[in-house]
């Protein structure tokens, strides 16, 4: 069989008019241009760029515009497929090898490939890496190397994986091919790490804002999850969203409740049988207004852009599995909400799952700081976007208005003696120390070990009392959120201050601390918010209509033929011609070669 490749596009004389023809874009948005004029020229690149903030241009585009074919490196297979056809729907010749595909079109891939007929191809890390592959690559031209999910590769990251280990052979087997790794998620350390790894130590880092201000961001305790649950999606009717459960009962258990609270909802787990799995991914991608209720199993990689909201029923691993969990939603610019709950038990259960795993010391000691970290920003008084983008070392210069700290705020409490105590603990046992044998010294708990090195003979010991260790570990882990006191991660967790904790220590600066509430508390709960005012227009709803029939027909997802921000654009604009069509965002030429006829005609209908 032959793959039906579209023709390719003529050569354009720079990477803007490409950028125009092929994507629609009437230019780059934040560092996307001089992340593609770098990777043009042949330069290595570490691209940290948060989601939706247009990643997959930044090794498409430069593979158009250098000679030969990009390779990318893509983490699921069960994914590539829609990543293929999202590209190939804008004129690109782009192909997937995996293992899923039969014979005959796994020949057919090869036999393009040598013939320079593809621009783009995807491959799983694994099957990049075999022998077999990087002999069939050899004669090959090749424009880049892309490496996408590059978090992946670092055994700090929260989706390590192994086979991302042998990706840093690419650089010797093909030298003078320049490489990009790309990722939404990564602290500093994940960050050094990736580049050592994938041996891109002289790669120039491009780091845009972590901030995805279309993002609220509510964290509640757990009181009574299901009806707190059920209050934040009854604000969501009818819009897409995803529910994450920590275990594959709580994901049937939570898609059952749903169905019988009168919503859609399907599981996704990696116990389910393959076949139900990828009905149900399918289903969502494809379908407006269903809910998933999945393990963290599912979402690296998902392209679905009005994804309106992500909801938490349990913990997160860590800060950075958080962040790239929620960023699921609202990949398209519009309004999108979240909603975590968590309580005591999550916090054991995660500290658990650390200490009995099978990882090295080393990688149990930078878990349980990262999950200190996250429990930071679900205790703290303050602004949670700030917390956030604190963690990335991002200061965000003021408060956001959009959290739910920031619309309802806390009840809060003096916690500068607290402070001064726990500061003071610290440096009389010179800052070699992590958290709980700290918060023994506080309370006065005679261990052996602290009767060992004669802690207890401290001018702090016992001076904690009046706080048991639950209070206590929130003022450490609301110290840490505040900059005052930082993790030494090279030091076995120990506790070390910063600058800003000396005015505190003085008595110059008071600190007001978090006070959980003994009740339940609202969430963020704001109904749905259209990309702009043009949605609730009888013409997008008529796009819409036609959008979801040509999708059904090309069995694909609808956001594949136009996402609703270009729908609503359409809308706004009314374009009468093709050359109208044209001034469209989001429209390229080969859109317009193969809808345009059709979107001019719905929109004359609606006009009468």
Not at 378 to 405: K, S, V, W
Request: proline share 6%; with cysteine.
């Amino acid at each position: 069989m032959r793959i039906d490749l579209p023709v390719p596009p003529p050569a354009a004389a720079d990477p803007e008019s490409v950028l125009r023809r092929v994507f629609g874009h009437g230019g780059f948005r934040g560092s996307q241009r001089d992340v593609v004029e770098h990777v043009i020229a042949g330069h290595d690149a570490l691209v940290l760029m948060p989601t939706g903030g247009g990643k997959s241009v930044c090794y498409q585009l430069p593979s158009l515009c250098r000679p030969g074919v990009g390779i990318v490196v893509s983490p699921l297979i069960a994914l590539m497929r829609n990543q293929v056809e999202a590209i190939r729907q804008l004129g690109v010749r782009a192909a997937s090898f995996n293992s899923t595909q039969s014979t005959a079109e796994r020949m057919e891939v090869r036999r393009a490939l040598r013939a320079g007929e593809l621009d783009l191809l995807y491959v799983a890390p694994e099957r990049l890496v075999t022998e077999e592959f990087l002999a069939l690559l050899e004669p090959v031209r090749i424009a880049l190397f892309a490496i996408d999910e590059a978090h992946c590769v670092s055994q700090w990251g929260h989706d390590f994986r192994p086979e991302y280990l042998q990706l840093a052979t690419i650089g010797a087997r093909f030298p003078g091919v320049p490489r990009i790794a790309l990722t939404a998620t990564a602290d500093p350390q994940t960050r050094d790490d990736i580049a050592r790894r994938l041996g891109l130590g002289g790669a120039r880092l491009f780091l845009s804002s972590f901030d995805r201000p279309n993002l609220t961001y509510a964290i509640a305790p757990k009181t009574e999850p299901r009806r707190q649950l059920l209050g934040f999606l009854r604000a969501h009717p009818g819009e897409s969203g995803i529910v994450y459960c920590l275990s594959r009962a709580a994901v049937d258990d939570t898609a059952s409740w749903l169905c019988g609270q009168g919503l859609r909802a399907l599981p996704y787990h990696a116990g389910l049988p393959a076949e139900t799995r990828n009905r149900n991914q399918d289903a969502f991608l494809a379908d407006e207004g269903l809910i998933l209720v999945a393990t963290i199993a599912f979402g690296m990689g998902i392209d679905k852009p009005d994804i309106r909201f992500v909801a938490h029923l349990d913990l997160p691993s860590s800060l950075e599995a958080y962040y790239q969990e929620t960023g699921r939603a609202g990949r398209d610019g519009a309004p999108a909400e979240t909603l975590m709950l968590y309580g005591m038990q999550d916090v054991t259960l995660r500290r658990r799952m650390i200490d009995q795993g099978d990882a090295p010391d080393e990688v149990k000691r930078v878990g349980r700081a990262k999950l200190d970290a996250l429990l930071g920003v679900c205790e703290t008084a303050g602004c949670r976007r700030r917390a956030i983008l604190a963690h990335f070392g991002e200061a965000y210069p003021r408060d956001c208005g959009q959290c739910d700290n920031c619309r309802f705020p806390v009840e809060t409490w003096d916690g500068t003696e607290a402070a001064r105590k726990a500061l003071s603990a610290m440096l009389r046992t010179g800052q070699r120390f992590g958290a709980g044998h700290l918060i023994d010294i506080l309370r006065g708990t005679g261990t052996e070990r602290i009767q060992q090195l004669g802690h207890d003979r401290l001018p702090t010991f016992g001076v904690g009392a009046d706080l048991d260790r639950r209070q206590w570990g929130s003022v450490f882990r609301q110290l840490i959120v505040a900059g005052l006191i930082e993790v030494d991660h090279d030091a076995h967790g120990a506790l070390f201050a910063t600058p800003r904790a000396r005015p505190v220590l003085r008595g110059e600066e008071s600190l007001r601390l978090r006070r959980d509430p003994a009740g339940t508390r609202k969430t963020t709960r704001r109904g749905p918010v259209p990309p702009d005012g043009t949605t609730d227009s009888p013409a997008f709803a008529a796009l819409r209509e036609w959008r979801r029939d040509t999708a059904r027909t090309q069995q694909v997802p609808a956001y594949v033929i136009f996402h609703d921000a270009t729908l609503a654009a359409l809308a706004a604009a009314h374009p009468r011609d093709r050359s109208d069509l044209a001034t469209v965002p989001g429209i390229g030429a080969s859109k317009i070669e193969r809808y345009g006829d059709a979107v001019l005609a719905v929109l004359a209908g609606v006009r009468g």
